[in-house]
């Protein structure tokens, strides 16, 4: 599917290279050699753009398609980021002009998202640095949520990226191998208290009222 001439993609004609390169993380440069043809259109880098745009790559050629869209069902997405931010001031007891100190955002840029304005990627970018965790696997599972609430991409099944057992794998890297078994050992002591507690539930139910 991918074409001979690169400059022809869908892909550089449906979107610009600045919002790809908030996106997608490639730099301005490499983006535009690419475009051009200077750099052939590689299957890792198709890859790269429809896991970050959450498209198949039959989508990319779709010219009614917009990176701006709403995704989310039953309304637009971005005011879920903005109760989100307006949520993390509230606990942490952050002014605007507190918040975008934190953030390296302007006080316009965070009054803006809290009042439902639609943020760039690169703005989303800069919340998850300052605000989603320690460990690379959590960052990223932070971002993948921030992108969904300002309706960039549709909600990941749970099981495929979640943000707790994220954080679990971060802190675990930091283990020796003797640490990490204890941790083992704990974790398949609190599944078979779960499934012992499922399996009393099942019996419970299935008894003679």
Request: aromatic share 6%.
């Amino acid at each position: 599917m991918l074409r001979e001439i690169v400059g022809q993609h869908p892909l550089f004609i449906k979107y610009t290279r600045d919002w790809l390169h908030s996106v997608t993380g490639y730099s301005k440069g490499m983006l535009s050699r690419v475009a051009t043809g200077k750099i052939p259109l590689s299957r890792s880098f198709i890859d790269r753009v429809c896991y970050r745009l959450n498209r198949s790559e039959e989508a990319l050629f779709l010219p009614d398609d917009t990176p701006t869209q709403c995704l989310v069902p039953g309304g637009c997405a971005t005011s879920a980021l903005g109760q989100w931010l307006e949520d993390e001031c509230a606990k942490q007891h952050l002014s605007l002009r507190q918040a975008a100190a934190k953030t390296g955002l302007s006080h316009a840029t965070i009054a803006d998202i809290k009042s439902g304005s639609h943020p760039d990627p690169g703005t989303i970018r800069k919340l998850v640095e300052t605000c989603g965790g320690d460990g690379p696997r959590q960052k990223l599972a932070f971002e993948d949520r921030l992108l969904v609430y300002a309706g960039y991409r549709t909600e990941r099944p749970e099981e495929e990226l979640d943000e707790p057992l994220a954080k679990l794998l971060d802190t675990m890297k930091k283990f020796n191998r003797r640490e990490v078994e204890v941790v083992t050992r704990f974790a398949d002591f609190l599944a078979e208290v779960k499934a012992s507690q499922k399996e009393r539930e099942t019996d419970c139910k299935g008894e003679p009222e």
